[in-house]
């Protein structure tokens, strides 16, 4: 009778087989990571810069809804200087429409409603553009004073071209931490960033379009042209 | 017979006849077929293009959009649509399964309805998370802001009309800010701090911020989606803390956790319309919009009175 022996026979390639193993299921892992981490990510907003606030993400309550509120009151506010300057001839001064004619259009955040109350009964003037200088070209609509804690200011900026002065043709709105705040002393950009002026940068259905479909969302239009033609819009009011 | 003399005086009137026929099927042709998906976009829609083009609302006026799902109709609809309005935010995603269904994704022009409008996160989201709110068209300065996009995108698409489009846009916004002044006489004299306020679903929080009103707790999570055991309990609790004496619940879709949050925090109950059911009709979005606000004007009054 014979005795059988066991002998453990290894693969010529045992050493490596199980470090393989290992290596192809880290780097299956850590390409999933990096998949998930940079690939599946999903910003849901456009990146800010320093001197811009989001709308969305950063103001909140009485500040949120006056921003809101001026967000539209941009659009209607061109269509208002068309109103008051359609008997004003070619040659004379076309004006930007008062605080009255802004409240006689029942125009939010500017009307004196209980709305307006709610939100803090923020005082709002209206700064014409200068002939000269820093201001030539801007007409401003400054909101201080809100009776809210820790509320803001707010300036809403119609930038327009005139001889000599390179202002872009888009009305901007500007949040300002400070409660009380004096009329800024430039109109443009920089200007306002230095005294402590952040441009408010809403989060956009057109954003969130984006951020849902992607680029290959088919819409008629894109932000881009919409900017484009309120640019022309105010372009063709301030061409005088 | 005729006689060859009468013959050839017809033939003038005949090849009028033929020219006139020709000339309305050409305005046929150029008169725009304007897709909706939501009730609000129908009276939108309405406002600005007066007779110069069609409407053609993409799922039935009875059909519940909340969670609607597309039928073989829809897609017949929308081929003969040259354009289509949506949300797109959130409140109409059954509209691109439509599109996909139908091959009209690349084919079929958009008017994003919120494209210009400033969004906000929903109210009382779980854990502070900035979630977008869709619900743009329950509103009166978001809705304008709508009425103004679809206008001009209107316009870029039948320019002859663009003008008379834009005036009609800014004539039907001041209708809509004349609410608001309807709204603030009803509530003259009311004592607004006393005002505190939950809501079922966040389908209120735009004409509430409009309104300088805010929601202090929103029950369901999300819309449509009843809350845990515990989600309920946290919420009655807070309810209780921050004295929240109203509730604002949806219209046409009571459910028994309203009653069950009345019964254990005592605030009164109050229903607003989300302009999304019944007959597509011009009229329809002005309507519910000014119910809503008698809604809210009556809440505070009462709140105010201590009632």
Request: aromatic fraction near 8%; include cysteine.
């Given at each position: 009778?014979?005795?059988?022996?066991?002998?453990?026979?290894?693969?010529?390639?045992?050493?490596?087989?199980?470090?393989?193993?290992?290596?192809?299921?880290?780097?299956?892992?850590?390409?999933?990571?990096?998949?998930?981490?940079?690939?599946?990510?999903?910003?849901?907003?456009?990146?800010?810069?320093?001197?811009?606030?989001?709308?969305?993400?950063?103001?909140?309550?009485?500040?949120?809804?006056?921003?809101?509120?001026?967000?539209?009151?941009?659009?209607?506010?061109?269509?208002?200087?068309?109103?008051?300057?359609?008997?004003?001839?070619?040659?004379?001064?076309?004006?930007?429409?008062?605080?009255?004619?802004?409240?006689?259009?029942?125009?939010?955040?500017?009307?004196?409603?209980?709305?307006?109350?709610?939100?803090?009964?923020?005082?709002?003037?209206?700064?014409?553009?200068?002939a000269k200088g820093e201001?030539q070209g801007?007409?401003?609509?400054?909101?201080?004073?809100?009776?809210?804690?820790?509320?803001?200011?707010?300036?809403?900026?119609?930038?327009h071209t005139h001889a000599g002065v390179q202002n872009?043709?888009?009305?901007?709105?500007?949040?300002?931490?400070?409660?009380?705040?004096?009329?800024?002393?430039?109109?443009?950009?920089?200007?306002?960033?230095?005294?402590?002026?952040?441009?408010?940068?809403?989060?956009?259905?057109?954003?969130?379009?984006?951020?849902?479909?992607?680029?290959?969302?088919?819409?008629?239009?894109?932000?881009?042209?919409?900017?484009?033609?309120?640019?022309?819009?105010?372009?063709?009011?301030?061409?005088? | 017979?005729?006689?060859?003399?009468?013959?050839?005086?017809?033939?003038?009137?005949?090849?009028?006849?033929?020219?006139?026929?020709?000339?309305?099927?050409?305005?046929?042709?150029?008169?725009?077929?304007?897709?909706?998906?939501?009730?609000?976009?129908?009276?939108?829609?309405?406002?600005?293009?007066?007779?110069?083009?069609?409407?053609?609302?993409?799922?039935?006026?009875?059909?519940?959009?909340?969670?609607?799902?597309?039928?073989?109709?829809?897609?017949?609809?929308?081929?003969?649509?040259?354009?289509?309005?949506?949300?797109?935010?959130?409140?109409?995603?059954?509209?691109?399964?439509?599109?996909?269904?139908?091959?009209?994704?690349?084919?079929?022009?958009?008017?994003?309805?919120?494209?210009?409008?400033?969004?906000?996160?929903?109210?009382?989201?779980?854990?502070?998370?900035?979630?977008?709110?869709?619900?743009?068209?329950?509103?009166?300065?978001?809705?304008?802001?709508?009425?103004?996009?679809?206008?001009?995108?209107?316009?870029?698409?039948?320019?002859?009309?663009?003008?008379?489009?834009?005036?009609?846009?800014?004539?039907?916004?001041?209708?809509?800010?004349?609410?608001?002044?309807?709204?603030?006489?009803?509530?003259?004299?009311?004592?607004?701090?006393?005002?505190?306020?939950?809501?079922?679903?966040?389908?209120?929080?735009?004409?509430?911020?409009?309104?300088?009103?805010?929601?202090?707790?929103?029950?369901?999570?999300?819309?449509?989606?009843?809350?845990?055991?515990?989600?309920?309990?946290?919420?009655?609790?807070?309810?209780?803390?921050?004295?929240?004496?109203?509730?604002?619940?949806?219209?046409?879709?009571?459910?028994?956790?309203?009653?069950?949050?009345?019964?254990?925090?005592?605030?009164?109950?109050?229903?607003?319309?989300?302009?999304?059911?019944?007959?597509?009709?011009?009229?329809?979005?002005?309507?519910?919009?000014?119910?809503?606000?008698?809604?809210?004007?009556?809440?505070?009054?009462?709140?105010?009175?201590?009632?």
């Amino acid at each position: 009778m014979t005795t059988a022996s066991l002998q453990l026979v290894r693969p010529a390639g045992a050493r490596y087989e199980g470090l393989l193993l290992a290596t192809a299921a880290a780097v299956i892992v850590a390409t999933l990571v990096l998949y998930v981490r940079e690939l599946g990510r999903h910003e849901s907003h456009e990146p800010l810069y320093d001197w811009q606030v989001s709308a969305f993400d950063t103001l909140t309550g009485p500040d949120q809804a006056i921003y809101n509120a001026l967000f539209t009151a941009k659009d209607d506010i061109p269509y208002i200087y068309d109103d008051i300057n359609i008997d004003t001839p070619d040659n004379a001064v076309f004006r930007w429409p008062s605080l009255k004619d802004l409240q006689d259009s029942e125009l939010a955040p500017f009307l004196h409603d209980r709305s307006w109350e709610q939100n803090g009964s923020v005082k709002w003037t209206l700064y014409e553009p200068l002939a000269k200088g820093e201001m030539q070209g801007s007409t401003m609509y400054l909101g201080t004073d809100g009776t809210h804690p820790q509320q803001g200011s707010f300036l809403l900026v119609v930038g327009h071209t005139h001889a000599g002065v390179q202002n872009k043709n888009v009305i901007s709105i500007w949040w300002n931490a400070k409660n009380h705040v004096v009329m800024p002393q430039s109109g443009f950009r920089d200007g306002l960033i230095l005294q402590g002026w952040r441009e408010v940068v809403p989060h956009s259905g057109a954003q969130e379009v984006k951020r849902i479909f992607g680029d290959d969302s088919a819409s008629s239009t894109s932000t881009e042209e919409d900017q484009k033609q309120a640019d022309q819009a105010i372009q063709g009011l301030t061409g005088n | 017979m005729l006689s060859p003399i009468r013959s050839l005086l017809k033939m003038p009137v005949l090849a009028m006849l033929a020219a006139l026929t020709l000339v309305s099927h050409a305005a046929d042709a150029a008169r725009l077929k304007v897709g909706i998906t939501l009730h609000p976009y129908y009276s939108f829609v309405a406002n600005i293009v007066g007779d110069r083009a069609d409407i053609i609302p993409l799922i039935d006026a009875d059909a519940n959009p909340h969670g609607y799902a597309p039928q073989s109709a829809d897609m017949i609809r929308m081929m003969s649509m040259d354009v289509l309005v949506v949300n797109g935010i959130g409140h109409d995603s059954w509209a691109f399964e439509i599109l996909d269904a139908a091959g009209m994704r690349k084919k079929l022009k958009l008017i994003y309805a919120n494209d210009g409008v400033s969004l906000i996160p929903v109210a009382g989201a779980p854990n502070g998370e900035k979630v977008v709110n869709p619900h743009t068209f329950i509103s009166t300065t978001a809705a304008i802001q709508q009425i103004y996009t679809i206008a001009r995108k209107l316009g870029e698409l039948d320019t002859a009309n663009a003008t008379f489009y834009r005036d009609n846009a800014r004539r039907y916004a001041l209708q809509i800010r004349k609410l608001r002044a309807e709204f603030d006489a009803k509530i003259t004299g009311a004592d607004l701090s006393k005002f505190r306020c939950a809501t079922m679903h966040s389908g209120y929080d735009y004409i509430l911020q409009e309104l300088g009103l805010q929601v202090t707790a929103v029950i369901e999570p999300r819309h449509g989606v009843e809350p845990t055991a515990r989600q309920l309990a946290e919420t009655i609790d807070r309810i209780k803390a921050a004295k929240v004496n109203v509730l604002f619940a949806e219209k046409y879709f009571a459910s028994k956790l309203s009653d069950t949050i009345r019964q254990a925090t005592g605030v009164r109950m109050y229903s607003i319309s989300h302009i999304s059911s019944g007959k597509y009709t011009p009229e329809k979005f002005v309507d519910e919009m000014r119910e809503n606000l008698n809604t809210f004007a009556q809440a505070i009054n009462d709140s105010s009175k201590g009632a």
